[in-house]
T-cell receptor, first 112, second 114 residues
Framework: LAKTTQPISMDSYEGQEVNITCSHN???????ITWYQQFPSQGPRFIIQ???TKVTNEVASLFIPADRKSSTLSLPRVSLSDTAVYYC?????????????FGDGTTLTVKP | GAVVSQHPSWVICKSGTSVKIECRSL??????MFWYRQFPKQSLMLMAT?????????EQGVEKDKFLINHASLTLSTLTVTSAHPEDSSFYIC??????????FGPGTRLTVL
């Protein structure tokens, strides 16, 4: 099972772009990379998922290098409401889905 | 995106009683559902994995007789905490996975055992 490592915390200011990197050195061939956002006392909310290269949706971009041993979540122009814990999850969604272990996550604090 | 609901959102019970938490996938069929537990300021810990119509698979250290999981349909899974004690107080979160390789999480249930 791929173990993930993220920075424990990050600070930013409103309007800035934030990049959060996750290391997953032992990612398997079938593994996808998924990022979630969690607010206090709420369940994690799906942000974005990718397998390789770059994925973009209406809220974020996900950059995955060719070796897939890391990934970077990019949040453009953050606001105060983006203050939350962000988790990257690595798993194949198949037989081992859910076996993807949640790491400690990154606590992002956006300041005015 | 896919929506998962949980009921109740919070529950307070006396020590020794049992509590049932429901998890429903509202707009997709969840062939697999997962139950997590999260203590304050900690990450999510997977408790068990359940596939519709099959017995749940529990993670090491999770007592299957204490945390009963039923996944009777493609849209409903239940977690029953039997003979709850104060140390079972936690935030319980379920997730569902359907045809895509993505987990969608419920809003969580706050259990407080007095």
């Amino acid at each position: 099972l791929a173990k993930t490592t993220q920075p424990i915390s990050m600070d930013s200011y409103e309007g800035q772009e934030v990049n959060i990197t996750c290391s997953h050195n032992n990612i398997a061939t079938n593994d996808y990379i998924t990022w979630y956002q969690q607010f206090p006392s709420q369940g994690p909310r799906f942000i974005i998922q990718g397998y390789k290269t770059k994925v973009t949706n209406e809220v974020a971009s996900l950059f995955i290098p060719a070796d897939r041993k890391s990934s970077t979540l990019s949040l453009p122009r953050v606001s105060l409401s983006d203050t939350a814990v962000y988790y990257c999850l690595v798993g194949d969604g198949g037989a081992n889905a859910g076996k993807s272990t949640f790491g400690d996550g990154t606590t992002l604090t956006v300041k005015p | 995106g896919a929506v998962v609901s949980q009921h109740p959102s919070w529950v307070i019970c006396k020590s020794g009683t049992s509590v049932k938490i429901e998890c429903r996938s509202l707009d997709f069929q969840a062939t697999t559902m997962f139950w997590y537990r999260q203590f304050p300021k900690q990450s999510l810990m997977l408790m068990a994995t359940s596939n519709e119509g099959s017995k749940a698979t529990y993670e090491q250290g999770v007592e299957k007789d204490k945390f009963l999981i039923n996944h009777a349909s493609l849209t409903l899974s239940t977690l029953t905490v039997t003979s709850a004690h104060p140390e079972d107080s936690s935030f319980y979160i379920c997730s569902g996975r359907g045809s895509t390789d993505t987990q969608y999480f419920g809003p969580g249930t706050r259990l407080t055992v007095l």
